[in-house]
């Protein structure tokens, strides 16, 4: 896509709609390029190879960073109006400071990891359920592991229509859970064995 193409996207979006660009930071190549820019003369191998990897991805995509600032600054949106434009990053300090400055991204929300608070709007809208005796492990569970909301909400949908499906929704949240976090126990082992047989490889095969 070129700035040219964005241009018309945008020319033939209706007003009152909802533009979504998602994780920016991989569809386009806005991530300190001045930067680079500015101090092309110093640059380190390491930035060079970073600068050849950026000239690959530019002869894909032509959109640029002032193009993506049009967009978002309204000049190639003044025929329309009442637009919404979202933008979806898992690395927003990778993004050009000019890109999130306060006037063009107005509001900034983050999805953090899944809370009790969340959980229990999560229940409510998938099973019309406000309390349970397995709230209290499910609460004990997300104050001490990390889960994305979607995992939770994945895990609350009814897969049947039996009687004690809520239950066994529950039961199946809990299981995943612990499976997902003995999962990343037993990887965090392997790799400080690892590291202990590169750090000791005499000592561990005497």
């Known amino acids: 896509m070129e700035n040219a193409e964005l241009k018309q996207l945008l020319i033939e979006t209706s007003s009152k709609s909802i533009m ?3 994780d920016i930071d991989c569809s386009l190549d806005l991530t300190g390029a001045r930067k680079i820019k500015k101090n092309g003369k110093d640059e380190t191998k390491d930035e060079m190879m970073k600068q050849n990897k950026r000239e690959d991805q530019e002869k894909k995509s032509r959109v640029t960073l002032s193009g993506v600032l049009n967009f978002i600054d ?7 109006e009442e637009r919404i434009i979202v933008f979806t990053t898992n690395h927003v300090k990778k993004l050009d400071p000019a890109l999130i400055r306060r006037g063009r991204m107005d509001l900034r929300i983050e999805m953090s990891y899944c809370d009790f608070e969340a959980f229990k709007v999560l229940a409510k809208n998938y099973l019309d359920m406000d309390s349970h005796p397995l709230f209290g492990e499910i609460r004990q569970l997300l104050e001490e592991y990390d889960v994305c909301p979607c995992d939770v909400a994945e895990n609350l949908i009814p897969k049947g229509e039996s009687s004690d ?3 066994t929704c529950l039961m199946g949240l809990i299981e995943a859970i612990k499976n997902e976090n003995k999962k990343k ?3 965090v ?3 400080e064995v690892q590291d202990g047989n590169a750090l000791f490889p005499n000592i561990l095969e005497e």
Not at 74 to 80: D, E, H, Y
């Open 74 to 80: 309204g000049i190639w949106s003044a025929c329309g």
């Open 185 to 187: 126990h037993e990887v």
């Open 165 to 167: 499906h809520k239950e």
């Open 20 to 22: 979504v660009i998602k």
């Open 189 to 191: 082992l392997k790799e």
